[in-house]
């Protein structure tokens, strides 16, 4: 694995070369492959996700989520990463490193998400693995911790398969998809043997 750094008058942020994949910042020029992946995927991502704003698809929100993931970066507040496939740069799906919080916690979360028409084939997994080595080796903390929708069982499978292990259980967690729902609560330590 291989993690590089570019600086440019706007901070990018870390790029992670992972085998068949391959992590990094989402820039202003992913506009189209990313709106059009979370269009064909709509229906496969909404019961899983907050929900979407009438203009979340629109170019100005978009340019303003790339704007609110540079500040993040820049503050070490959190880390988007759009994933790719290194073959032909196609666009999978994305994962997020956020509320990162240093002094005696060294913590964070994680988010991602997956196009349809790429789940369960793998990229996923990989990008979680590499991205947890990221937040171990190169960002210092301590520990990395993901939630999901008790029904969720391919997010499940996947946090397990990626060395998670379950936690405990939060009553109405997270608003999904306008509805609080309770979350199994995983983690992952830096003491633990990557896979």
């Known amino acids: 694995m291989v993690f590089l750094r570019s600086v440019s008058p706007i901070e990018t942020g870390p790029v992670i070369y992972a085998g068949e994949i391959y992590l990094r910042?989402?820039?202003?020029?992913?506009?189209?492959?990313?709106?059009?992946?979370?269009?064909?995927s709509r229906e496969f991502l909404i019961p899983w996700e907050p929900a979407w704003p009438k203009d979340d698809l629109v170019r100005s929100a978009y340019r303003r989520r790339v704007r609110r993931y540079?500040?993040?970066?820049?503050?070490?507040?959190?880390?988007?990463?759009?994933?790719?496939?290194?073959?032909d740069d196609e666009f999978l799906g994305g994962l997020t490193l956020s509320n990162i919080r240093r002094g005696v916690a060294l913590a964070c979360s994680l988010g991602y998400w997956v196009g349809e028409p790429y789940a369960r084939k793998?990229?996923?997994?990989s990008a979680?693995?590499?991205?947890?080595?990221?937040?171990?080796?190169?960002?210092?903390?301590?520990?990395?911790?993901?939630?999901?929708?008790?029904?969720?069982?391919?997010?499940?499978?996947?946090?397990?398969?990626?060395?998670?292990?379950?936690?405990?259980?939060?009553?109405?967690?997270?608003?999904?998809?306008?509805?609080?729902?309770?979350?199994k609560l995983f983690a992952r330590l830096a003491s633990e043997d990557m896979l």
């Open 70 to 87: 540079q500040r993040d970066i820049r503050d070490d507040r959190a880390y988007p990463f759009f994933v790719f496939r290194t073959s």
């Open 25 to 40: 910042a989402p820039q202003m020029n992913d506009y189209a492959q990313w709106a059009h992946l979370r269009e064909v």
């Open 128 to 183: 979680i693995s590499s991205a947890t080595s990221f937040v171990f080796d190169t960002l210092r903390l301590h520990r990395l911790e993901a939630a999901c929708i008790p029904n969720n069982h391919a997010s499940i499978n996947l946090l397990k398969k990626c060395g998670f292990t379950e936690e405990g259980y939060a009553r109405e967690y997270l608003l999904i998809n306008g509805t609080w729902h309770d979350h």
């Open 122 to 125: 793998g990229y996923m997994a």
